[in-house]
């Protein structure tokens, strides 16, 4: 059970960190090329990991210098 958690804590970090430094590259590397997203945001499903990029990439060029919209 402690490394399930370990590696929960290492995906959580990747994903702040990821976030926080706006590297595409890095928040994608937690996902599948495959992947299949629902968002609330820009498009409702993204079907593949290169249309996940495209709202990542908008997603980040939109966030402000101190985190927020």
């Known amino acids: 059970m402690t490394s399930s958690i370990s590696i929960l804590q290492d995906v ?16 994608l590397s937690t ?3 495959d992947v299949h997203i629902y968002d609330c945001w820009g498009n409702w499903e993204c079907k593949g990991i290169s249309l996940w990029r495209d709202n990542v990439i908008e997603w980040f060029n939109g966030l402000r210098d101190d985190g927020y919209y």
């Open 12 to 27: 959580f970090e990747n994903y702040k960190c990821a976030v926080y430094e706006r590297d595409v590259e890095k928040f």
């Open 31 to 33: 996902y599948a090329a």
